[in-house]
């Protein structure tokens, strides 16, 4: 069984382009507690104030003062938005892009991010700028988010000054420029925008439009570190594990690592699972290396879910789960991981864990054999296939 190895290393590319959606908070909020004059809000809402519409549809998203309720919320918001309040389309689209099923609506999302850039809104444009980026909801089109990006960072903006500055760094709809990335990067960093920061602390770390400064790095990393960014302490965390800018200290690393990981770093809970299943530092723990790379598969990565299935195939550490390890490299498969493919293969043509199925296994096999030579395999099984189970392939 092949196994694919993904040694982590400074995977702190230059800003990466999961970027947080922006919610939009007016200069007075409600308070943070359940001391609100609800009574009061609701009869200035019924009467057509916007600002208490929105107060009142942050409650309801937040649950301050009342049960949260996001149908409630979008309710109050909707009213708001309606009468043109940017504060309350950008946070319409927001829920309806980050809410529960039955709410969520990308196109809805798009829609309302449209009206409130429209009027202007940085934190709107550069939702918006999101959607393009990402695509759904709209058509995907990096030069369109490069358009609402540079909006929101003339007005800076400091997550469209980041956002922005990903596109020059990758050349994504503007060409490519690190020295104008890294500008902008430092605008926002300087705004205190720990997103900013930890980008601004990989360009010092790879020496993208100047000479690489460990030492500049470690302190980029810890303001954003600091501030809770799970990039930054994934960062921060592989600069102890190397000795980078900063005393090499395997523990601290891997508690930087732990921390990022329970921040939602993907990047350090594929590092976590990596260290515990191979002992690197610290004694192997194939349990805990499991509950990491359930926490990585969870964010849809298809190399956690085959390491996990190679475990669970082998019984590495943890009881043997043949349905579970199929399951596995069934997911990562249909997500185009070519790895899994390949060894979902290898199982359908031996009939380790599955029925043997010499059609499916020469199916497989060529889909590997996009990214990887696999002329051997797919020689071996049409020999070992019969006229109708090749007709079929056909």
Request: include cysteine; aromatic fraction near 10%.
């Amino acid at each position: 069984m092949r196994r694919q190895l993904l040694w982590i290393t400074l995977a702190i590319t230059i800003v990466h382009s999961d970027f947080a959606r922006a919610q939009s908070w007016p200069s007075t909020s409600i308070p943070k507690s359940s001391h609100i004059d609800l009574k009061g809000l609701v009869k200035r809402a019924n009467e057509g104030s916007p600002v208490a519409q929105s107060q009142l549809g942050l409650a309801y998203q937040f649950g301050q003062g009342v049960d949260k309720d996001a149908y409630e919320a979008i309710r109050w918001y909707r009213m708001a938005a309606n009468s043109g309040d940017p504060l309350a389309q950008n946070n319409l689209g927001y829920l309806y892009e980050t809410g529960p099923e039955g709410v969520k609506d990308l196109v809805e999302a798009s829609k309302w991010y449209a009206r409130a850039a429209v009027s202007g809104s940085p934190t709107a444009e550069y939702n918006l700028g999101l959607r393009y980026l990402r695509g759904g909801g709209v058509k995907k089109s990096p030069e369109d988010a490069a358009y609402w990006f540079r909006r929101a960072a003339d007005a800076d903006c400091p997550a469209g000054l980041v956002a922005l500055g990903y596109l020059y760094a990758t050349g994504e709809g503007v060409p490519q420029d690190l020295a104008q990335a890294r500008k902008l990067t430092l605008k926002a960093a300087k705004n205190h925008s720990p997103e900013a920061q930890a980008s601004l602390a990989i360009f010092y770390a790879r020496g993208l439009a100047g000479s690489a400064d460990a030492v500049e790095a470690v302190r980029w990393f810890r303001k954003a570190a600091g501030a809770g960014n799970a990039s930054a302490q994934y960062g921060l965390g592989f600069m102890y594990e190397k000795g980078r800018g900063v005393k090499q200290d395997t523990q601290e690393a891997l508690r930087l690592y732990r921390l990022a990981g329970e921040h939602g770093s993907m990047h350090a809970q594929a590092a976590l699972g990596q260290i515990y299943e191979l002992g690197q530092g610290v004694a192997a723990d194939y349990h805990e290396a499991a509950t990491w790379y359930r926490r990585f598969i969870d964010q849809d990565d298809t190399y956690s879910a085959m390491q996990l299935a190679a475990m669970l195939f082998h019984g590495e550490g943890i009881d043997r789960d043949l349905p579970q390890a199929v399951k596995l490299w069934t997911w990562a498969a249909e997500r185009g991981d070519a790895y899994a493919q390949f060894d979902l293969a290898e199982m359908y043509l031996t009939g380790a864990g599955v029925r043997r199925d010499l059609a499916k296994a020469y199916s497989l096999f060529a889909l590997a054999g996009k990214t990887m030579d696999v002329s051997q395999q797919l020689n071996e099984v049409s020999s070992k296939m019969n006229l109708d189970e090749i007709a079929e392939i056909q």
